[in-house]
Nanobody, 124 residues
Framework: QVQLVESGGGLVQAGGSLRLSCAASGRTFSIGAMGWFRQAPGKEREFVAAISSSGRNTDYADSVKDRFTISRDNAKNTAYLQMNSLKSDDTTVYYC?????????????????WGQGTQVTVSS
């Protein structure tokens, strides 16, 4: 099994920055691409960003492109989401996910492993 633990969430003013981390443990050799998703109360979980197993390929939702940057350090089994120019619309719970395949994907159903989520609150 693989366990994912997010950290780095918190309260920030609009226009500010946060960096989320996702540490993987367990059978980390089975991890391929990793992604970040977010889910507001009463809404479906939505794709934010993903990175391939090698780190060479990334994908972003239009709503965060040019503001968020996903990266990973395979030696540390950790993925990151650098969030800049935060807006009140970015307020929600952010989830880290990992899949068993190397390429990125935007569908939640393609990710086998999930973290518990971390709250991000942007005050206006």
């Amino acid at each position: 099994q693989v366990q994912l633990v997010e950290s780095g969430g918190g309260l920030v003013q609009a226009g500010g920055s946060l960096r989320l981390s996702c540490a993987a443990s367990g059978r980390t050799f089975s991890i391929g691409a990793m992604g970040w998703f977010r889910q507001a109360p009463g809404k479906e979980r939505e794709f934010v960003a993903a990175i391939s197993s090698s780190g060479r390929n990334t994908d972003y939702a239009d709503s965060v492109k040019d503001r968020f940057t996903i990266s990973r350090d395979n030696a540390k089994n950790t993925a990151y989401l650098q969030m800049n120019s935060l807006k009140s619309d970015d307020t929600t719970v952010y989830y880290c996910a990992a899949r068993n395949y190397a390429n990125t994907d935007r569908s939640t159903s393609e990710y086998a492993y999930w973290g518990q989520g971390t709250q991000v609150t942007v005050s206006s």
